[in-house]
């Protein structure tokens, strides 16, 4: 039935789309009417075809979990707080460990590493304490990222030694591009590059590799984060091969914290949510939410359980998790697919015939970079044309927020001695509410 039905009406082809667009726009310039041109430099059409399709990338079916970040300063409480997210829904835990003296068994304690997917994320080098996680379990997925550590604070581990892998799992955690004000197409191609050179490390000491993780961050530019993630997949399966590597990709997303506020801030749930939606349909393994308030306040039950449920209710309420690969055969999305790998490719590439992404870490390159992008998104901010409801447009002039602030949610600088000029996150409100503040 359905077939004779579809069969009863002419194809009709992208050109002839376009001419009937042409003539309703009455005489209007069609490129300058209707295309939209980004910052990545892609230009946006009004519509994609079938006949226009580029080759589909094919990627594996994803399932993803729920998860729950919790910084490790205390043992016991954070074992109470991870066995109470685990009872409410949270299917993976990942516990930031800051040294070496906290206790992974201690960590662990009652906490079944068979059903919950457990990763350590450290904030140091050590191999005896990463021996010490395979030990407890050889389930325990252990991220340690000196070149992500380099990036961010302007200096190695102190512990780091010749080598940069020391397990069978890296990590390349690209949050800090993406908060710092980095573009899409920068954003995949410092990673792969980023990635590149634990691949030469590994090249050079014959570790095994199992496991690659990429932390990222996504924003709400909707159907680009989508895009992102899964050219994402595509780049990685393209650099893996050359390097002969069958290693797992398990990728791990969080929002980003670029275009968060502290005035009218229940709107930062509404921009959590559709970047959790994005993660999800872009092929994330985990998705860590970002609750509404982590940029002014203290950890706290309340935003963490809203966070949390935010998540369940993609999985339970809105069937989330029903129908692996869901962006599959959008013309829309496998063509800005394309275009995004294609772009970072081309910036990779140049990347490498430069000496690589450490060397120009160290010549500034990519913190210059990163800024160049970050000023132009902070143009398009400061003039309106990039919009944060009720902060730059519609705000709410009853709001106070003085009182309100646990922690310090701007740019804070610490002057200290290091090797490189650290990539510095900043969010494209900070400037406004700051002026704002003092107000009130």
């Not at 800051?98 to 201690?106: F, G, Y």
């Not at 996504?218 to 050219?231: D, H, M, P, Q, S």
């Not at 999800?280 to 860590?288: E, M, P, S």
């Not at 060397?359 to 044309?385: H, M, P, R, V, Y």
Request: glycine letters at 4%; hydrophobic letters at 35%; charged letters at 20%.
């Amino acid at each position: 039935m359905t077939k004779s039905l579809f069969s009863a009406f002419e194809k009709v082809s992208s050109k002839a789309w376009k001419q009937k667009i042409q003539v309703d726009l009455k005489g209007a310039d069609y490129n300058d009417t209707l295309i939209w041109k980004t910052t990545e430099g892609i230009d946006v059409r009004p519509f994609y075809h079938q006949d226009e399709m580029v080759e589909t990338i094919k990627l594996q079916p994803q399932q993803w979990s729920v998860g729950q970040i919790i910084f490790v300063q205390n043992e016991k409480a954070s074992n109470i707080k991870a066995l109470d997210a685990i009872e409410r829904g949270a299917e993976t835990i990942k516990f930031i460990i800051p040294n070496k003296d906290i206790s992974a068994v201690n960590t662990l304690d009652n906490i079944d590493v068979n059903t919950t997917n457990i990763q350590f994320e450290l904030l140091f080098s050590d191999s005896e304490y990463i021996n010490n996680l395979n030990t407890i379990s050889s389930t325990i997925q252990v991220l340690v990222d000196p070149v992500g550590h380099l990036a961010t604070t302007g200096n190695w581990f102190e512990t780091t030694n010749n080598n940069l892998v020391l397990s069978s799992q890296i990590t390349v955690n690209t949050t800090t591009y993406q908060n710092a004000g980095a573009s899409i197409v920068q954003q995949l191609a410092y990673g792969l590059a980023h990635l590149n050179e634990y691949f030469n490390d590994i090249s050079n000491n014959s570790t095994n590799l199992e496991v690659v993780h990429f932390n990222i961050a996504v924003g709400t530019n909707y159907f680009f984060e989508i895009a992102k993630l899964r050219a994402l997949r595509a780049l990685y399966n393209t650099l893996a091969s050359e390097y002969d590597c069958q290693a797992k990709l398990y990728v791990n997303v969080i929002p980003t914290k670029r275009n968060k506020t502290i005035y009218d801030y229940n709107t930062n749930m509404l921009r959590t949510t559709t970047e959790c939606m994005s993660a999800i349909l872009g092929g994330a393994n985990t998705v860590f939410n970002l609750p509404y308030d982590a940029i002014y306040h203290k950890d706290n039950e309340f935003g963490e359980r809203i966070a949390r449920n935010q998540l369940l209710i993609l999985k339970n309420e809105s069937y989330f998790d029903a129908v692996n690969n869901a962006s599959d055969g959008s013309y829309y999305i496998e063509t800005l697919t394309s275009q995004l790998a294609e772009k970072a490719l081309v910036l990779f590439k140049d990347i490498e015939a430069n000496g690589g992404f450490i060397a120009q870490l160290k010549e500034g390159t990519i913190q210059k970079k990163i800024k160049e992008s970050a000023n132009k998104e902070q143009e398009l901010f400061d003039s309106g044309k990039i919009t944060l409801l009720g902060t730059n447009k519609h705000p709410n002039k009853n709001d106070r927020m003085k009182d309100e602030l646990e922690l310090f949610p701007f740019l804070k600088t610490n002057p200290r001695k290091t090797l490189i000029i650290p990539i510095i996150e900043k969010r494209l409100a900070e400037t406004l509410e700051q002026n704002r503040l003092k107000t009130e």
